[in-house]
């Protein structure tokens, strides 16, 4: 019962969570701690403050896109630390320069995650800097402390990767595993008795959202470090051959969807879907032990006796065939039979992985042709995006102009109140502002959470803990635990920056319980700002972006099932096409699904086509599900269809219907259209292979899919 705890914890903490919150401790300790010992804290303190906020940039990537970032932010800091030095002495002045700068630095979200991070990183100094008022002198003297402080953290992050340039890729890899494996064990329930299905679906589509996230994480890291493009180290090529069977696990994972709900009232009494249950659990275990062993270094196995419950599974099926006196459904027992051939499968590669492990082995590993560069997506800077977007149907700008104009509020506010740091309030709002108003509300509800626990912890330390050593410990602790949750789970996160902060503020002989009711007010004020400001000042409803989701998937879907349909009738069918129309489908599929999951936090009356927008998830989830199962039953049975003409008007319907939903969705038709399904003809007296037969079936079944989406299109008038 302790074991999987435990493997949790030693999970967490040789994950690049820790990794990330150990770094950031030590680069915004070590200059305070330094120069305390020479009576200059007030120094070290600055120091900390260019390091704490260049931080801010250094998150998981390729290690030039870091120092790139890290580097401009660096310029961007020291300059405007001067100016704003320099200028708030006027509140008119600073008023107007804290709009422009959370306008324009807000407006870098167009540039991607990193460079929003590079914003808010900027916006953060000036909200640090805002009541600092000093001599010119002093100004410029601080802006080059901050300066030293970003290069110090700078140096310190390129210094780290360098030591261990493999450790990134291993830990975000072992992140991406630990995600299919918990995909896996939501599969696992729908062999589960009296199971929710619509609750298991939930989670499914949510855990495939983080499966693809975890998975991009990789691909940024592995095909933008020209180290790993090149493979030119066995541990290189070895990473690169994990990630890329996972792709393909992961591929035959999504290919396993039947109608658990018939397979359950066929087989209940039988007894054999728990088993099911059990076997897929053992792979998601195996597949943990992966996980952990690019973490730890070590080499993983099977879980226990997984080989001889797969042999035991087969023979009861085989047993469950020939008896004739137990009469079960011919269909049921061939979905049976086929899930277990997956699973099979899904064992062999996971052996397959596991022998990658090997030293010897993996000294042997050879490089395998991948062209990376149509893998990964290049953001490029260019200034027409930043002009081209400077309209009011652009959410960013919506976005951008709705922070610049709650920042002044809340700095009007900040002024008006009579708190000795009422700045927080400025970062409560730049740290809650988000593009949409369902990541805004939840992002509040979690800082104010965190703040308000956090608050009350931090008061029971300083109440009841005086030694000044222990006090340190506690300090160390909750810096440590702020950092590493920042990215993982943002309650925790805040939950621990509170009494660090209470407690930093008790070092520098500020503490005082007032401080912690001051931090609680400045939070809900903020947080209420922020969260007003979202609802009614140029609002981003997800069910602006419904129509451009919908019609991306379906093109995807599209897209995918023509590629698999060419790996059956083309002798040397383009693989790189196949696995970038493979990766486009986990791409849109995870924005559907993120965009549906986010709707449900906004007000009812723009929750528009629940329903539909469910149906339709759930309808493309099937479709791409069935066309992965068609893509790896070529590829585990190498069988060419003999006459390619008998399924090309089922396969041109298909496509014919997914191309008419996108066009339904684009211009919706008053008038439904009468859009046939095509059937095969079969001579009577004409026996088929098996092969054949099966084949056929699963292209009928995806035109029938094709077919619901296409009148489900008709419905839907956005």
Known sequence: MLQQPVRNIQDFLLSTYFADGLRITFGVLC???????????????????????ISVVDSPG?????????????????????????????????????????????????????????GTSVLLIMVLSIDDVRPWQQVIFYAMLVFAGSIWYTLLSYFMYRIRPYRLVQQTLSDSILEVAEFLRAKAKFYHENTNYEKNYAELLQLQVDVHEKQ??????????REFVRESTPEGRFLLLVFVDMVDLFEQVMSTYYNYKQLHEQFDSAGILPRYERVINKIAVSLDEIAFALKSGGTPSLAHRLVEDVAKLKAEITEMESNSEQKYNTLGLIALKNIEVNIENIVGRVKTINSYFNKSEKKKLTKREIDVEKFVTRQSFDAKLLLDNLTFSSSTFRHSLRVAIVMLIGFVVAKSLDFAHSYWILLTILVISKPGFSLTKERNYQRLIGTVVGAFIGMGILVYIHDKNTLFVILLICMIGSYSFQRKNYV????FMTPYILVLFDFLGMGSLSIARERIYDTLIGSGIALLASYSLFPNWEHEKLKEAMIEIIAAN???FEQVTLLYFEESPNLTNYKLARKGIYVSSSNLSSLFQRMFSEPKSKQLYIQELHQFTVLNHLLSSYTATLSLYKKEHAFVHLNFEELRPMIDNTVYLLNHSATN????????SNVPLIRRKHEEGLTRENQTMIIEEQFDLIQKVAYDIFKLSEKIKI
Do not use: D, W
Request: charged share 15%.
């Open 216 to 225: 991009e994480e990789v691909r940024e890291v592995l095909f933008k470090t």
């Open 665 to 672: 969705l684009k211009s919706h038709k008053e008038e439904p």
């Open 492 to 495: 925790v996160s805040v939950l």
């Open 62 to 118: 390729p290690i030039v896109h870091r120092r790139n970032a890290m580097l401009v932010t660096t310029a961007l800091l020291f300059v405007i630390s001067i100016v704003v030095g320099l200028t708030n002495k006027s509140v008119y002045f600073t008023g107007t320069l804290l709009v422009i700068c959370s306008f324009i630095f807000s407006m870098f979200f167009l540039y991607g995650a990193r460079a929003a991070s590079v």
């Open 31 to 53: 200059p305070s701690l330094v120069l305390a010992q020479f009576g200059m804290l007030q120094y070290g303190m600055t120091l900390s403050l260019g390091a704490l906020c």
């Open 558 to 560: 599209t897209k995918y």
